[in-house]
């Protein structure tokens, strides 16, 4: 989701300028839709290719797997909540919240180039109250939330589009070896950590889950920084690549924003490719 706001800046940060902003409103919110289209499809695919388990290798099991059971007990019902987003495969559950978050990214950019520290302490807000409050898109006809909250995941996604937009503006995120220090111990501490009994706490300390818990629905901030997670990768990402401020870019620098590009561009097809891709695997385990 970090990366997903960086390459929202990359692609369309130069475009929202004051009088281009209604044509780049109108590219983001197509690009929401494609992820929509993008979505149902891969469901129907992934739909197809369980109930292809269950008949042909005599294993109906199947489909009470990742979600698929009240499909089969209630369709009318579940179709529905297919179309509207209420009801979300396992696994098949991340192209609903990007397309959200395209959705408000207007609204973001507006923000976040004008005030980039108060849009991020709003964003920090809403993070904060989402996970205390339980405050998530609905479930439809199941009861619960969305596994992903985009009222959560939105702050991952506006620190890196932040981040973004002040690079490209000619400012300097710069390394600082106190950091890269607390980032090492960090990756090291998390690598012990899991693998220790203080792993799988509800929360700790009595404190809100979304604090102190490990909860991906409203992106607790143990969720957000495990070592499977995008904060953790920055961290090993930061230790590895301590490099200066180059007044120009290198070749180095314009491959990494030409390969985020073709990932804002191309992303929503690796995502649906892969959640089609990844079931027979998951079936023969």
Known sequence: MLISGMSVALA?????????????????WRRA???????IVTTMAVLAIFCAAAMFAKRPDML????IEPLIRDPQHVLIGIVTLGHQLGYNNILPVYAVLLLMAPTFLLFISYRPFTALALSGTLWLVAGIYQIAPPNYPEPGFW????????????????????IRRGGVIPVNRWLVGASAAYVATALVW?????????????????LTGFDKTFLS??????????????????????VPHQ??????????????????????????????????GRICL
């Open 247 to 280: 007044p120009r870019p290198s070749a180095r620098h314009i491959g990494q924003a030409i390969a985020a590009g073709f990932h804002h561009r191309h992303g929503d097809c690796h995502g649906g490719a892969g959640d089609e891709t990844d079931q027979p």
């Open 194 to 210: 899991v693998h220790s009994p203080l792993w799988g706490h509800v929360s700790w300390l009595n404190l809100p889950v979304v």
């Open 12 to 28: 369309y940060g130069s475009k929202f300028q004051s009088g281009d902003r209604l044509l780049a409103t109108l590219k983001l």
């Open 33 to 39: 839709g494609v992820l929509y289209v993008a979505h």
């Open 147 to 166: 596994f992903l909250n985009p009222l959560s995941w939105q702050f991952l996604f506006n620190i890196g589009l932040a981040s973004m937009l002040h």
């Open 221 to 242: 901030a143990e969720a957000a920084a495990h070592p499977g997670g995008e904060l953790s990768d920055r961290g090993v990402s930061f230790c590895l690549q301590p």
């Open 64 to 67: 009470t797997l990742i979600n």
